[in-house]
């Protein structure tokens, strides 16, 4: 082998490799395009992406074109940075929490569709945004480590601190603003005093749910703070009963997940369409087993044997969008008063 | 006459790349900056703030000390025993831990500390009740040291094989005990190395992030970056976040300046080139402290890198290996892997060079001291410019030409390449100054100059610190989460991407197969890297 054969091996590869990035990128050519930006788990290869585009181009004549970022918060980041340039027609996966600073950059437009029939619990409706999935945030737990859970977030908050939980970061994610909203909507004022509590209990803070997830399918902590759809993905796709969501007698807090249509959308017909065609039983039905998630409106066939087994909360709690901006950062402080006090 | 010429080209060289550098940094900055941000009228400089840099300081001081305390014998250990069996196994998986996404380094370190882990599960059958607690500051100098002691080892040992032969030859002549040999052998070496190697490790635990949250316990955890990122994110308060990268950069410059002093001119010595062969270590005591101190750190990183292995083998391997969308993040990965490395290591000689031409002590004017310090400042703080700023950055200046995700792929290698150049720089400079001191007046009265001398002279003798060089951008950036986050559109999926993604849809098995999937490739490029063997073996040959 020759002294610099490596090096020249590198270069190789390199030039190999700048080739293939440049030739990827083919054009899409297609007469009526609508571009849908979501969030990216929407449109991978098990989301309900691919199958949501096929159903909706059999009845529109147009191609679904589809930009995916990290998730809803990132979302709304990604049209402040392309501003008034964005290519988006719809954008699909904000949630109730981000949607009155979602209308107050002034991009998206009325979707003046009769939002009648429609299924979701915390009475949400709104002028701008269509809900299209819902779930609980709920406490799910490992039904072989934890034989006795709790009962309602007061018993959360009160009980065994040798039992731990794994929570989300309110600061950067959300579930986590989830159960501080949660929290919030139980406790009131006394929020703060209800989190020196369960400090305790929390394991860890970890900054997305993923994080914690893993942590607790490693069986690091018996309980993690997820959804009450959780178990529905454990009983379907992988035939298991262990990972159980708790009932909370307080009730659950909600993420509803909505979409609207931009002000400067290139197709606005076709956008309404679109939103129109999202609640109706072709999409709704794809939602289920693909999204995770529980669908607001009638489904073609009845929900899987799993989902009618899930916790199904008498009592939803929804703090106003509009609340929520207001208060979130002196919440956040009260949080990270209490959670940081030794 | 030519020689001049040549020196000319060079500076430009490196002010050309210094300046490009420069401009890319800058100019994100200000585009960022002319955002209208959010709702901020709060003060920057409140108690949150300044609780988050003090923890910030905290941890990242302590985990510097101890990276940097456990690879100092590590590293002296390895050099006393040039040639046991698995020791280039050692060395190419000290490159690993950089090029695992931290989630799955945490994933795997918890396997071994975590209240289930493999110690904890030990001690419980010894019975003891109380478990180790790695969710706390422990949990998070654990971490630190997992992924930055391997570097700091490196970087040392790289320094200690450079002593020439003829050192030890006399020091044997001498009869010197060991502890002379530190003492006037190693240490000076490793001082001259200290403060680029503490530096770098300082400036990868104070931007560390979600290893600081996942494993810290609660906020009271909390470092700058995780302010910098709630800023951009949550609040989209650019110039806030950018506001938090100063805050970010001072206080780390401020301690790399500290640092500097404790720096000695290195004294190059003059050798013949021969073979090094060390005639100390033969004690028995020796032996049993360099196997202990070995064995030690070969537990340390290779249990949890087993751990994360052993879950990928549980994933249904097969079906990942036939998934044609891995396939895609496999080539994607690779692509941006190898871009980024070629161009931060073709950035590094070119400044490195250009640096040392200038301050070459005859004429060297407070101009030529500041352009070279530049330089050296410019490519060790980069690592404190959140990749995010930048690639928001850049999302902003490329708006107006259309659709942004068509420039990823060059936005995308262009940061990674800047986030390697502190490695780069801190694997080649010394090797290169070494170099130049041995070989620079010989080749200049031989009249070897241009693509010659670099052809005949220079690749070969720097071969192994440029593959060195190499493979750790490349494990560097093989691991990046953050660039490609932002621009993230279906063209461009990584590998790490990819991962987090079917991590994020329950998909936890797929994920532990892709983290066994992306370990390999780095190990693939860490062979590459590590061309010892092939060395030795031509060595016999001759």
């Known amino acids: 082998m020759s002294n610099s054969s490596q090096l020249k091996l590198f270069s190789r590869l390199a030039l190999a490799a700048a080739a293939g990035l440049v030739f990827a990128h083919h054009a899409v050519a297609a007469d009526k395009t609508l571009t849908v930006y979501t969030y990216e788990s929407f449109i991978t290869e098990w989301g309900p992406g691919a199958k949501v585009a096929e159903a909706f181009e059999k009845t529109c004549e147009c191609k679904v074109n589809y930009v995916g970022v990290a998730d809803g918060v990132e979302l709304l980041t990604r049209l402040k940075l392309e501003g008034e340039a964005s290519k988006a027609d719809i954008v699909l996966g904000l949630d109730t929490n981000l949607v009155a600073e979602a209308k107050a950059t002034g991009f998206f437009a009325r979707h003046g569709i009769e939002a009648t029939g429609l299924t979701v619990p915390g009475n949400f409706s709104d002028d701008t945004f269509l809900p299209y999935d819902y779930g609980h945030f709920a406490v799910v737990y490992d039904t072989e480590t934890l034989k006795t859970p709790p009962k309602s977030l007061k018993e959360l908050v009160e009980g065994d601190a040798s039992q731990k939980i794994v929570i989300e970061d309110p600061r950067t994610s959300t579930p986590g603003l989830g159960l501080l909203l949660w929290v919030k909507a139980v406790y009131g004022d006394e929020a703060g005093a209800a989190w020196a509590k369960l400090k305790d209990r929390v394991l860890t803070v970890t900054p997305g749910w993923s994080e914690a997830y893993g942590l607790f399918t490693k069986g690091e902590a018996p309980m993690v703070l997820s959804y009450t759809t959780s178990p529905a993905y454990h009983m379907v796709a992988e035939n298991s009963e262990r990972y159980q969501a708790a009932a909370f007698s307080e009730g659950h807090y909600i993420q509803i997940e909505v979409a609207g249509m931009t002000r400067n959308a290139g197709e606005p017909e076709l956008a309404k369409q679109f939103l129109a065609f999202m609640t109706g039983p072709d999409f709704q039905s794809i939602i289920p087993t693909t999204n995770w998630m529980m669908p607001v409106a009638a489904t073609k066939e009845p929900l899987p044997d799993a989902f009618n087994r899930l916790v199904k909360p008498e009592n939803t709690f929804l703090l106003p969008s509009e609340e929520v901006a207001k208060n979130r950062k002196a919440w956040i402080d009260e949080w990270l008063a209490a959670m940081s006090k030794n | ?542």
């Open chain 2, 1 to 542: 006459m030519f020689a001049l010429r040549e020196n000319r080209m060079t500076v430009v060289a490196g002010a050309v790349c210094l300046g490009t550098f420069v401009l890319f940094v800058g100019l994100a900055i200000v585009a960022l900056l002319s955002q209208t941000g959010g709702a901020s009228d709060d003060a920057l400089f409140d108690a949150y703030i300044w609780r988050v840099t003090r923890f910030t300081l905290l941890q990242a001081t302590l985990s510097t000390l101890l990276s940097v305390l456990f690879a100092i014998p590590v590293a002296r250990s390895l050099a006393r025993r040039p040639q046991f069996q698995g020791r280039i196994w050692l060395l190419r998986l000290m490159a690993l831990p950089l090029g695992l996404p931290v989630l799955v380094g945490a994933l795997g370190l918890i396997e071994i500390w975590g209240r289930q882990g493999f110690l904890n599960s030990g001690l419980r059958w010894l019975g003891l009740e109380q478990p180790v607690s790695i969710y706390g500051l422990f949990g998070i100098l654990i971490a630190h040291v997992f992924f930055n002691m391997p570097l700091a080892t490196r970087l040392f040992l790289a320094g200690l094989e450079r002593i020439p032969a003829e050192y030890w030859r006399s020091a044997a002549n001498l009869g010197m005990p060991s502890h002379a040999l530190f003492r006037f052998i190693e240490w000076p070496v490793l001082r001259g190395l200290l403060p680029g190697a503490a530096g770098l490790v300082f400036m990868l635990c104070a931007t560390s992030f979600t290893l600081v949250l996942t494993l810290g316990g609660g906020p009271a955890a909390s470092t700058i970056e995780v302010a910098i990122y709630q800023a951009l994110r949550f609040d989209f308060d650019p110039p806030r976040a950018i506001a938090l990268s100063a805050l970010q950069i001072a206080m780390t410059g401020l301690l790399l300046l500290l640092l500097r002093h404790l720096a000695t001119e290195p004294e190059e010595g003059m050798t013949g080139g021969r073979t090094v062969r060390r005639f100390d270590g033969a004690s028995s005591i020796a032996r049993l402290g360099d196997g202990a101190w070995i064995t030690l750190a070969f537990l340390f990183l290779v249990a949890p890198l087993l751990a994360v292995a052993f879950s990928g083998l549980e994933a249904d391997l097969l079906k990942l290996a036939r998934d044609p969308a891995v396939h895609r993040a496999l080539l994607t990965s690779a692509a941006i892997a190898l871009a980024s490395a070629l161009a931060s290591v073709t950035m590094a000689a070119v400044m490195i060079r250009a640096a040392a031409t200038v301050a070459a002590p005859r004429r060297a004017t407070s101009l030529a001291r500041g352009f070279a310090g530049a330089i050296a400042a410019s490519t060790s703080l980069i690592l404190l410019v959140p990749p995010v700023v930048l690639g928001a950055g850049w999302f902003l200046l490329l708006r107006p030409l259309g659709d942004v995700a068509r420039f990823a792929p060059a936005i995308v290698v262009a940061i990674n390449a800047l986030m390697a150049l502190p490695f780069v720089h801190r694997i080649l400079a010394p090797a290169m100054a070494t170099h130049a001191a041995r070989t620079e007046r010989l080749t200049a009265s031989l009249g070897i100059r241009g693509v010659h001398r670099l052809r005949w002279i220079d690749v070969p003798a720097l071969r192994k610190p440029l593959l060195m060089a190499l493979s750790f951008a490349m494990a560097l950036s093989l691991g990046d989460l953050g660039a490609v986050a932002l621009f993230g559109s279906q063209d461009m999926v990584t590998l790490p991407w990819l991962l987090y993604s079917r991590m994020g849809s329950y998909r936890t098995a797929d994920a532990a197969g892709l983290a066994l999937f992306l370990g390999l490739l780095c190990l693939i490029f860490t062979i590459l890297g590590t061309a010892e063997n092939d060395r030795r073996r031509e060595g016999r040959k001759a």
